[in-house]
């Protein structure tokens, strides 16, 4: 199962992927949209249609041998003064939370379908998202409700800088994590 063909795109490519990516996380969030507003896929809509209209937004999406997708990672970098900092609720230096535009990377979403779960899959849609990046780091929010995901991206190396909350109605409280980014010669 863990024979997978990764494709990369952009926000060029947003339109046509619309309705793959939400065809996934309707299966990947089917029991959280449920009972949780902030899961439904309506919710995701409006999320995924505002993150693939960003300037730099980029996805890689893993297919079987059959040509389905098993999972896909998206993201965009942080614009200049980013609310993204807006909900941290651990004190931190400012200029650790500064953004230029070019600086950091968010990771949005990262998901794979389940009979493709604990075979690496994820950690290839991570990697393969993040390779081509050029900034000097990534960052990503987890829910505080999954210490197990937490623990996963700890073990890639990312590092807990605080408490977040969005400024989004029912949004749940998170781990905002930072993770450098390396290029040809290793880290910058």
Do not use: N
């Amino acid at each position: 199962m863990t024979g997978i063909d990764i494709r990369h795109y952009d926000h060029r490519d947003a339109a046509e992927l619309r309705s793959l990516l939400l065809e996934v996380y309707a299966e990947v969030y089917a029991k959280a949209a449920e009972s949780d507003p902030f899961a439904t896929v309506d919710r995701f809509a409006q999320s995924l249609d505002g993150w693939s209209q960003r300037p730099g937004w980029s996805c890689t999406v893993g297919y079987d041998h059959e040509g389905q997708a098993v999972g896909y990672a998206y993201g965009a970098p942080l614009l200049q003064d980013a609310r993204w900092w807006g909900g941290l609720l651990t004190e931190v230096p400012a200029d650790l939370v500064a953004e230029t535009g070019t600086r950091t990377y968010a990771l949005s979403e990262l998901m794979v379908r389940e009979p493709w779960r604990k075979t690496g899959t994820a950690r290839r849609l991570h990697d393969a998202l993040l390779a081509a990046r050029t900034e000097d780091r990534a960052t990503l929010l987890v829910d505080q409700s999954h210490p197990k995901v937490h623990a996963l991206y700890e073990s890639w190396g990312w590092q807990t800088l605080g408490d977040l909350r969005p400024r989004i109605p029912d949004a749940p409280l998170f781990h905002a994590m930072l993770l450098p980014l390396t290029g040809p010669g290793g880290p910058r």
